[in-house]
């Protein structure tokens, strides 16, 4: 069974520019969500998408924007580059919808390998 | 503060020895408890997970939770070279929020042989 892609691995783009970052869940899942990773600030939540609905969001400027097709595929799009960008952006996909709390209710994420965004 | 806060390392140890790892956290709402391991130039892979107070075994592996002082623990037995890699707490609540994992920044170990 194919892991989570993500593509482009690798991007470097310069101050003001904009760019969109792709991924593809595991076959069958339905949440897709979107983590930054900085040496500076770790792993940060950017957003979950689930149907093609934005279900939780992070604290991260309008500047950072996402969306998912009908096909559980999911788009993240950065405006107006600054350097504090550069990171690795990784998704990660969930099968279930569990809602529900409890043991049972941990809705497992597998992450892809990343896009290495450079901003210069 | 930060909602989860993890020593940063780098920590070094010899092949075999016994790795205790840990993160602090101040949001109650937290219930469910992840470890997840991260090799260079990869994406983090679940290691464990627990819901709630409590320990859980698998393998070499045990992942500790206590609610009550808000601290989670991994140890790692008979550590071996193919261990190393950077280690991250994570962190959820229930519900439909439980989506939203918060890290910490990472411990990176190096198992020397």
């Known amino acids: 069974k194919a892991g989570v892609t993500q593509t482009p691995r690798y991007l470097i783009k310069t101050r003001g520019q904009q760019v969109t970052l792709s991924c593809s869940p595991i076959?069958?899942?339905?949440?897709v969500s979107w983590y930054q990773q900085t040496p500076g600030q770790g792993l940060q939540f950017l957003f979950e998408?689930?149907?093609?609905?934005?279900?939780n969001k992070g604290n991260f400027p309008g500047r950072f924007s996402g969306r998912q097709f009908s096909n559980s595929r999911s788009e993240m799009n950065v405006s107006t580059l600054e350097l504090g960008d550069s990171a690795l952006y990784l998704c990660?996909?969930?099968?279930?919808?569990?809602?529900?709390?409890?043991?049972?209710?941990?809705?497992?994420?597998?992450f892809g390998p990343g896009t290495r965004l450079t901003v210069l | 503060q930060k909602e989860v806060e993890q020593d940063p390392g780098p920590l070094s140890v010899p092949e075999g020895a016994i790795v205790s790892l840990n993160c602090t956290y101040s949001?109650?709402?937290?219930?469910?408890f992840m470890w997840y391991r991260q090799y260079s130039r990869k994406g983090p892979e679940l290691l464990m997970y627990?819901?709630?107070?409590g320990n859980k075994e698998d393998g070499r592996f045990t992942a500790q939770v206590d609610k009550s002082s808000k601290y989670i623990s991994l140890f790692i037995r008979d550590s071996q070279p193919s261990d190393s890699a950077t280690y991250l707490c994570?962190?959820?609540?229930?519900?439909?929020?439980?989506?939203?994992?918060?890290f910490g920044k990472g411990t990176l170990l190096t198992v020397n042989p």
């Open positions: 990660a996909s969930s099968l279930e919808a569990k809602l529900a709390g409890g043991p049972m209710g941990y809705n497992e994420q597998f």
């Open positions: 076959s069958g899942h339905r949440s």
């Open positions: 998408y689930f149907s093609e609905t934005q279900r």
């Open positions: 949001n109650s709402a937290f219930q469910y």
């Open positions: 627990t819901y709630s107070s």
């Open positions: 994570a962190m959820s609540q229930s519900g439909g929020s439980n989506y939203k994992l918060t």
